[in-house]
């Protein structure tokens, strides 16, 4: 007749409003405009960066870096924001954004990239998903036409123009 | 069995209307157990140990966050269920664990939703609401990983674990730590100068760690839970599920 059990009190299981309160509250890491991080820097959550870091950077989620902070690290994150100065290489799995105030010296590897006028970038961009295909007829008349610059130069091995006339 | 633990505070005469309605909705929910003051010299660990042995299952602190602090400092190890019914000014630790001021937290009392909590740990000794290093010439190494330092002069440290750590930042942004998202949060703060009142401090940098290591030239002070020593050198880390706690369901995590 009572075979129903009581429910345990105990084995409380978190509604879904709470579990979505706690992902929107996440205390962010920040580094203040006064301080100096050395080493390896590895966080979980958002990054602020506002002082000076030297090493590396790690984070799983975005990581901004602000006007007036300078990074001296390899940065690695899902999004990264620059409008501070960053030496070394950043590698963005998603998008990164590079404000007018920031400068970079250093690769940069993306899947998103926006640029603001008047941003200082001196390094090589690498970005996945590039397709172009090259028509058939323009990569024959392509091939042709390096054979020819070669003859122009002094350097390489001389062809003559007979030799020239059988090509075309 | 329930055992209350009450704060030498609850003996003035405007507690005594809160107390004694609590004491009434205790009854009725027919969890009311023995009442243990808190004097100056009382040892809460001996106290509770005493009162284990003798067959109680339950331990309810009964006043403020030094209260809570001061107890659960000392007896984080007992294998104990601990309740918490805040009562008066100062309860900050209440509102992150969902009791809310007042008789209404017996309610919260009588749910027994229990949450295991994780605790800080520095030089053999817990630390349940906050650890507060006042200005002083140090240097913070987090997790074996990275080390901070201020540009210039002195910092002060707070590690929170239950007590929130209250700051507005530029944007009047309110920033909530959690007790149980499995980190402490280490808020840093560089002085930067002097008022004629007290010291300027810049916007903090936060960091939430597991371990990390406070050293210094000198010796500094560190406060933990009200007790304060002198230290040279601290490691501060997590213990985690540590402390068996009744929690409301409006707690913070």
Not at chain 1, 113 to 139: C, S, T, Y
Request: proline fraction near 4%; hydrophobic fraction near 40%.
């Amino acid at each position: 007749m009572f075979t129903k059990k009581p429910s345990d009190p105990t084995s409380y299981v978190a509604p879904e409003t709470q579990l979505e309160r706690r992902e929107e509250d996440t205390v962010e890491t920040v580094v203040g405009p006064s301080m100096n991080v050395e080493g390896d820097f590895v966080s979980e959550g958002n990054v602020v960066v506002k002082g000076t870091v030297a090493g590396s950077v790690k984070t799983n989620k975005s990581l901004t870096i602000e006007q007036g902070a300078k990074v001296i690290a390899s940065v690695r994150a899902a999004n990264v924001v620059v409008s501070g100065q960053v030496k070394g290489n950043i590698r963005a799995k998603e998008k990164l954004e590079i404000t007018s105030s920031a400068q970079i010296l250093g690769d940069m590897q993306c899947s998103v990239l926006m640029i603001e006028a008047g941003a200082l970038i001196q390094g090589k961009v690498e970005m996945a998903g590039i397709q172009i295909d090259v028509p058939k007829g323009e990569r024959k008349s392509n091939s042709l036409r390096s054979k020819i610059a070669r003859v122009g130069k002094p350097d390489e091995e001389s062809v003559s123009s007979e030799q020239i006339t059988e090509m075309i | 069995m329930y055992i209350y633990l009450y704060d030498n505070f609850l003996k003035q005469k405007r507690y005594d209307a809160t107390i004694k309605a609590m004491e009434t909705r205790l009854t009725d929910f027919g969890i009311a157990g023995k009442i243990v003051r808190l004097q100056t010299f009382t040892d809460p660990k001996e106290v509770i140990l005493q009162e284990l042995a003798r067959g109680a299952s339950s331990i309810v602190i009964v006043g403020n966050d030094k209260t809570f602090g001061y107890v659960l400092s000392q007896s984080a190890t007992s294998a104990a269920t601990f309740g918490f019914l805040p009562v008066g000014d100062g309860n900050t630790i209440a509102h992150v664990l969902g009791i809310p001021v007042g008789v209404d937290a017996c309610d919260v009392l009588s749910r027994r939703r229990k949450v295991k909590l994780d605790v800080g740990w520095f030089n053999n000794r817990y630390f349940i609401s906050q650890l507060h290093i006042p200005p002083s010439e140090i240097v913070v190494e987090y997790d074996e990983q990275f080390q901070v330092s201020p540009r210039y002069g002195k910092m002060e440290l707070v590690v929170c674990n239950l007590q929130p750590f209250f700051w507005n930042d530029s944007k009047q942004k309110k920033i909530i730590v959690h007790p149980q998202d499995g980190k402490l949060e280490a808020f840093l703060r560089p002085a930067i100068g002097r008022s004629i009142l007290r010291e300027k401090f810049e916007e903090p940098s936060i960091f939430p760690f597991e371990e990390m290591v406070v050293s210094g030239k000198e010796a500094f002070p560190v406060e933990a839970d009200g007790k304060v020593s002198k230290e040279i050198k601290i490691k501060i880390r997590l213990a985690k599920k540590k402390v068996e706690m009744i929690v409301g369901k409006e707690r913070k995590f």
